[in-house]
């Protein structure tokens, strides 16, 4: 099964993750990326924190971007 790494990125700094996920494809990482940053998201409103940039890049295991996954793609349009 595919390894895919959600790297996440703000407009501070890109914290690189260090052990990757499993998936059957990239629409599914995709899909968990979605999830994922919707639930950071929701804990820093939360926490009266500021929403802020954030996004995935979405690398395979030589550290090729394959995606990125925004605001907007969690949001909606």
């Known amino acids: 099964m595919p390894q895919y790494f959600f790297n996440y990125r ?3 700094r890109l914290v690189e993750d260090p052990e990757g ?3 059957p494809d990239l629409v599914t990482a995709q899909a968990a990326a979605i999830t994922s940053l919707r639930e ?3 804990d820093v409103v ?13 690398t395979d295991a030589v550290g090729q971007r ?4 925004t605001m ?3 949001l909606g349009d």
């Open 72 to 74: 907007r793609d969690v």
């Open 40 to 42: 950071m998201e929701y």
């Open 21 to 23: 996920r499993d998936y």
């Open 66 to 69: 394959l995606a990125t996954i």
């Open 10 to 12: 703000n407009e501070y």
């Open 46 to 58: 939360q926490t009266d924190q500021l929403a802020g940039y954030g996004q995935f890049e979405l």
